[in-house]
């Protein structure tokens, strides 16, 4: 019945394990296609949508960009001023419409009669009909408003066209009158202009009123017809026709061809359907890029996608760096070359690998030169840049090298662009030489990059290799405690971390990451130094605790490390060296003496169990191997090489056979070399001296 209850009890742990693994692997699925289509959709998102290009064109400057020719047939429009001078020039000769009102006249002409029917008051009455006559006559001649008269005044050349019934004849504008300059002229008779004391109390301008009224519909539809034949356009451009070079000055007339070409794409592009189009590409195009990087990883990088938080920062950079693009490229007056994209591959060599760094770096510059319009120069330049910081950052261990690779990465871009300068150029003095400024400039900014590497590190949870040289440093105040406080301690952690360096260094681990795991492995001792043979001198404090006690205390070390990494916030990857370098495996020493001395007794196993758990990573299985050899090795009556061949041996092949390496990616190989390693430097370590004779 137990039997079969301890069956049952197993099957429906392995169910659990299987439906956890289940779950976690459709989870981590899920979080891949999140994170792929977020990163499309950014990407198209701030790509402009219109496949427009931007240029930014100065008259008299060299041309900057790579040879354009005319993508489609467009017309060579004029410049504004050109068109606006012939406009002038045509409304000089423009002469607007005024409709002669015939009945005004004779309407106020017998108002005036009406009202002064009995004459004028001192003035006998052929006063009556000699302004009557004038009144006609001006009438007759024509009277325009005093605002229009004024304005087409200013030109004495001016004509004006009056429509009388169906006919229009042009007269100058000095042969009509205004309200003010008719009542003026009707005083001009020598009759009237004696009477003008009396007659100004008549109010005589009473019946001057305007009887040339402007026609708005004909002079407008005249004006028209006069704009519509001017021609906006020169010439025109034929699809594949060379328009402009590289280091080609830019001539008026080039000048106004690429305006032009601007202006008819901008046309061409108002159609929403042209642009649902371009939209449609832009999103073909980037989920392929981004596709790929992602099939990449699932080939060759499979543990990086296990480890979401590396996979985040790859797609994070190149979407980063893909909207930055877009946004520098609407701001014609700012170069993307400012923009230090050699940074991508910094970043993810420091924290991922080389072969990822530089797909990683082809995915986002294929992205972003779609959205420029030089863009083979512009992915010639970058992937140049990228690789250079790629095989200049093969390992990142002093600040010196992030300032060496940013001046690296600026000459060999310089190098590459003054290369097709020099291809295109027809003398030194043609080159334009500002693109060079922003390449300085870029260089200046990738030296951002060794700040950015804390916020990274913060952000996505990483430990770079500067931060472990700082961590491995003794004078560190968690090391320096260590060495006052427990010196055996400290000099067993220096000895495993120079043997599991070497073991890194041998099998093409992480050697940075291993030694300053080994550090702190044992940092848990701290609190209880004494119990550590290590740290002992002639007192024993185990002589007074049973077996249990003293197991108990030895592996507390390990869930006392936890604390005192927790409180000094070491890093997770240094915190997995303390919980694993033992593993689940025993405190064997009591362990066995408590089965020694009651044989009889039934033996909880898991008293004398460390937490663990067992390695999962190739530098926590070295450190195992490293500390149990190094420990086990001060125990040698004699340091021959056959000793230290068979005590290597037999510990490393024990832990092999409990298990301790079935859960990390260690192989046979790795592990042959691990004790070769051992074998090599323990004989190093512990090789007979001569002894000095005695003076007599």
Request: with cysteine; glycine share 4%; charged share 20%.
């Amino acid at each position: 019945m137990v039997f079969c209850s301890l069956n049952r009890t197993f099957a429906h742990r392995m169910n659990t394990n299987f439906n956890f693994k289940e779950e976690q692997t459709w989870r981590n699925y899920v979080m891949r296609a999140v994170l792929v289509i977020l990163s499309i959709g950014l990407i198209v998102w701030a790509m402009p949508h219109d496949n427009r290009s931007y240029f930014h064109i100065e008259k008299g400057k060299p041309w900057k960009y790579a040879d354009f020719t005319a993508p489609f047939d467009f017309p060579v429009y004029k410049s504004d001023e050109a068109i606006s001078a012939e406009k002038d020039s045509l409304m000089k000769a423009y002469e607007p419409y005024y409709q002669f009102n015939e009945g005004k006249g004779a309407q106020m002409v017998e108002k005036f009669k009406k009202d002064y029917a009995e004459g004028i008051p001192g003035l006998g009455e052929e006063y009556i009909t000699i302004i009557s006559n004038r009144l006609h006559s001006l009438y007759q001649q024509g009277i325009m408003s005093p605002s229009d008269y004024s304005e087409l005044r200013t030109d004495t050349a001016k004509m004006i066209r009056v429509v009388s019934g169906k006919q229009a004849n042009s007269i100058s504008i000095m042969e009509v009158y205004s309200s003010k300059t008719a009542y003026e002229q009707l005083f001009r008779d020598e009759m009237l202009a004696l009477q003008r004391p009396i007659l100004q109390k008549c109010n005589l301008n009473d019946y001057i009123t305007p009887n040339l009224i402007y026609d708005k519909e004909r002079s407008e539809s005249s004006i028209n017809d006069l704009m519509s034949s001017i021609a906006l356009a020169t010439g025109v451009v034929q699809k594949g026709q060379k328009i402009v070079g590289r280091g080609e000055i830019v001539t008026d007339r080039t000048y106004r061809t690429m305006e032009s070409f601007m202006k008819e794409n901008e046309r061409l592009h108002e159609d929403n359907t042209q642009n649902q189009f371009a939209l449609l590409g832009q999103i073909i195009y980037v989920s392929i890029l981004i596709l790929c990087f992602t099939l990449y990883l699932s080939l060759y990088r499979k543990d990086y996608l296990v480890k979401s938080r590396k996979t985040m920062m790859a797609y994070a950079l190149i979407t980063i760096f893909s909207i930055l693009t877009a946004l520098f490229m609407r701001n014609t007056f700012i170069h993307v070359y400012i923009l230090p994209y050699a940074m991508v591959p910094i970043f993810i060599r420091v924290f991922m690998d080389s072969r990822t760094a530089f797909m990683s770096l082809i995915t986002m510059v294929l992205i972003c030169a779609v959205m420029l319009t030089h863009s083979f120069e512009f992915v010639v330049v970058e992937t140049i840049g990228g690789l250079v910081a790629i095989t200049s950052l093969r390992e990142l261990s002093q600040r010196s090298q992030l300032f060496k690779t940013a001046i690296f990465i600026s000459l060999a871009m310089m190098a590459v662009n003054l290369a097709f300068d020099w291809m295109r150029a027809d003398s030194l003095s043609s080159i334009d030489y500002s693109t060079y400024n922003f390449l300085i400039i870029n260089g200046i900014a990738l030296l951002f990059a060794y700040p950015l590497l804390y916020l990274i590190e913060k952000t996505f949870g990483f430990t770079s290799d500067i931060t472990l040289i700082e961590l491995s440093n003794t004078n560190n105040a968690l090391l320096r405690q260590m060495s006052e406080i427990a010196p055996g301690t400290f000099n067993h952690s220096i000895q495993v971390a120079n043997l599991a360096g070497e073991i890194a260094n041998k099998i093409g681990a992480e050697a940075q990451l291993v030694r300053t795991g080994a550090l702190y492995h044992d940092i848990g001792k701290l609190t209880n130094p004494i119990y550590f043979t290590e740290n002992q001198s002639g007192i024993n404090p185990h002589e007074m605790l049973s077996e249990i006690e003293s197991a108990q205390m030895i592996i507390s070390h390990v869930t006392e490390g936890q604390k005192m990494a927790d409180k000094y916030n070491l890093p997770k990857e240094i915190r997995d060296f303390i919980s694993t370098h033992h593993g689940q495996g025993k405190a064997k020493f009591f362990y066995i003496k408590y089965h020694n001395e009651h044989p009889d007794d039934p033996v909880d196993d898991l008293l004398f169990t460390y937490p663990g758990p067992n390695p999962f990573t190739r530098e926590q299985a070295i450190l195992m191997m490293a500390d149990t050899v190094e420990a086990a090795s001060r125990s040698l009556q004699e340091y021959t090489e056959q000793n230290i061949r068979d005590l290597v041996n037999r510990l490393i092949d024990t832990q092999v056979s409990e298990g301790y390496f079935r859960e990390c990616p260690i192989t046979f190989r790795d592990i042959q070399y691990a004790k070769t390693v051992l074998i090599e430097k323990l004989k190093t370590m512990y090789h007979t001296r001569i002894s000095y004779p005695s003076e007599k």
